[in-house]
């Protein structure tokens, strides 16, 4: 079955850090993170593109970094310094061929 798998959310105090990471099955090559809060669209985070550029949303500059390990398949971000605003499930988005695949999120909580 080809499919993402997601891992490394959880609650954490403002201020806090986490490392998702988002391993991909044979074929299916994880680019990056979007995520979605409750009453809000789903949004970008930080992406490689398919010309190995990386993206961040504004919001994600300076607290932010996506890395990535080929041999494994894996993209993982490190989030610092998280705020209450980054509440949101996380997802990580990959690429089959040319067709996109999602998979299943992981829900960050940052609060006190």
């Known amino acids: 079955q080809v499919r993402l798998v997601e891992s490394g959310g959880g609650l954490v105090q403002p201020g806090g850090s986490l490392r998702l990471s988002c391993a991909g099955s044979?074929?299916?090559?994880?680019m990056g993170w979007h995520r979605q809060a409750p009453g809000k669209e789903r949004e970008l985070v930080a992406t490689f593109t398919r010309g190995n550029d990386i993206l961040y949303a504004e919001s994600a500059k300076g607290r932010f970094t996506i890395s990535r390990n080929k041999a494994q398949n894996t993209v993982h971000l490190q989030m610092n310094n998280l705020e209450p605003e980054d509440t949101a499930v996380y997802y990580c988005?990959?690429?089959?061929?040319?067709?996109?695949?999602w998979g299943q999120g992981t829900q960050v909580t940052v609060s006190s």
């Open positions: 988005k990959g690429l089959y061929g040319s067709q996109t695949s």
């Open positions: 044979r074929g299916l090559n994880p």
